[in-house]
């Protein structure tokens, strides 16, 4: 569900809109943290990045292996299979 901020920011020339301090306070984003653009129908949903496993796309027991991330479940497998 899409709950409105009650905030609305204009798009400067470089497409770059600002987070007022309080939504980035609130949810805990500091400069430099990654932001990824989601779209759900016609809505524009920003979230806090959070790897995903590329395998299977969980966000939970993820892990980094050489340069990509990967679920515990995913990994095991991969194990099982060169045996």
Same mark, same amino acid.
């Given at each position: 569900m899409v709950k409105p901020a009650g905030v609305v920011r %204009? #798009? /400067? +020339?470089l497409g770059r809109i600002v987070l007022p301090k309080s939504l980035r306070k609130r949810?805990?984003?500091? &400069?430099?943290?990654? #932001? &990824?653009? =989601? #779209? +759900?129908? /016609?809505h524009i949903i920003l979230e806090r990045y959070r790897p995903r496993?590329?395998?299977c796309g969980v =966000? /939970?027991? #993820?892990? &980094?292996? %050489? &340069?990509?991330y990967l679920c515990g479940k995913c990994m095991s497998e991969m194990? +099982?299979?060169r045996r």
């Open positions: %204009k #798009v /400067d +020339q949810y805990q984003m500091n &400069e430099g943290d990654p #932001v &990824e653009i =989601l #779209v +759900q129908g /016609d496993c590329v395998f =966000l /939970d027991d #993820v892990r &980094e292996f %050489k &340069e990509r194990a +099982q299979l």
